[in-house]
């Protein structure tokens, strides 16, 4: 082995197989998820070897079967992603949040590709395979930016992905078309591209080539709170612990407050992460939204003045990808005496909030509290939900590039010398703003004035000396050729123009 992690005399395997291990199903004899990974592996290797001249014994591919464990496991990967010619992955919901396999993407594409040849535009060594449909989500930017098309693979590939065409006999003949495809598409991109053997990596150290979780999954949740060592005097530091996050409201009902919201998230599908608020506020407040949050708020913190003013910043701000949730313990004899002063507090400090509630989300939000654990159990779901619909509004409605201008056929007559603009030497009949001739024709008739309107004779376009509205007066531009002929125009039918995107606010 040389210090690049191979033996550069030998032939180097073809393709490296980069894949999600799946987890066995919980009912006992449950069969191995991951025998149809290794069932392609073999298929594909066999097609690679009827189209190339591998010589018999040398290793076609590879594909990891460790389950991703010992260093001589990760010293392997290094070797395999360190030499192999093109990088094949399984695309699934399952491999775009796996660790190990950002790691093995990432290893592969620290190695620069060359085109083979000067007419070549080939500029990747990855072939993407569709493991399972991903219509309906949203790939990491590094497999967004990939341009590769599947439509050869045949319509049940793109349709039901590899995984289902295998596994049903139904879709054996198109199983059969994808994988010779595949392997046909793997061989050219070896031959179209010079990949030059990389250096071995520390695989464990690696990081993922992806984020590991979509930011809509995820869920923020921040702490306002004390810590014991931090309270009033008349405050009982039997609800609070060495951390702001070991807040326990409902004492002693429960766990912490933040870890029974952890637990609750999760049943809703989300990957939740807990933070101290003092920590998120700053980054809230300028608007760098990562995920959508979660704020637990306890009253008690308001009687800081410092803590009070961050909390209206952060109202002010109108973080609606934030929801606030205030829990408030009716049991608790401190709470119930000092509810008046506390929740004037609170009212004061999230007047935004207040006004902006819905009706649908009352009781998430509203002025009232949480007064037991179950009154937060409910909120929550319709909390974390507002939250995530907020965010995802919130991205739609910023998008990355501003969308470019439409055409103005008035520049274009200026350009082209048509005789409108500031020397006054006529009038422009695209201006809505000017007074069109009050049936005068819009001195397109006035012994020739307006006559470079069209063709220089004292006549409009349609040559009978009335304005370029064709009556002197607006009929709604029925009669305007350029309003029928251009296709960037605006008729204001267009489902979609002025519409708000879901959980954010409209352009109008």
Known sequence: MTDRGWDEDDTRPYFFLSYAHTPKAGARGAGDPNHWVRQLYRDLCEAVLQLTTVPDGVPVGFMDESMHQGELWAD?????????????????????????????????????????????????????????????????????????????????????????????????????LAVHRLAARIVQVAEETVIPIGRRLEFNALPSAFNVTAPTKQLRISVLAYHQGELPEERNPDYYGERRTDWHPYRPVGSPIAQHAVRLARQLGFQPTVHEFDDEVESIIDGNAEAPGLLLLDRWALRDPRRRELVRRFDRSDATWVSVLEPWNADDPECEEHAGELGELSDDALRTTRRASRPSFLGATGPTGLHSLEDFDDALPRAAMKAKYAFEGRTRAEPEEPPPPRPSLRDAFRRGGGGYGPDGSGPDPFDEDQDPGGGQGGQGGQGGQGGQVANGNGRDARGNGRGAYGHGHDNGNRNDPYREHDPHRDDGDDPDDGMAPLGGRGNR
């Not at 098309?149 to 590899?162: I, K, Q, R």
Request: with cysteine; hydrophobic share 35%.
């Open 76 to 176: 392997r990967l290094s070797d395999e992603l360190a030499s192999c010619r093109v990088f094949v992955p399984l695309y699934s919901p399952r491999y775009f949040n796996s660790v190990p396999c950002g790691q093995e993407w990432h290893a592969f594409t620290r190695r620069p590709v060359y085109p083979a040849n000067l007419d070549s535009e080939r500029t990747s060594g990855i072939v993407p395979v569709l493991w399972a449909p991903m219509s309906r989500y949203r790939l990491p930017k590094v497999a967004g930016e990939l341009q590769f098309n599947h439509a050869s693979f045949g319509p049940d590939y793109a349709t039901e992905g590899l995984y289902a065409l295998m596994k049903l006999s139904y879709f054996r003949s198109a199983y059969e």
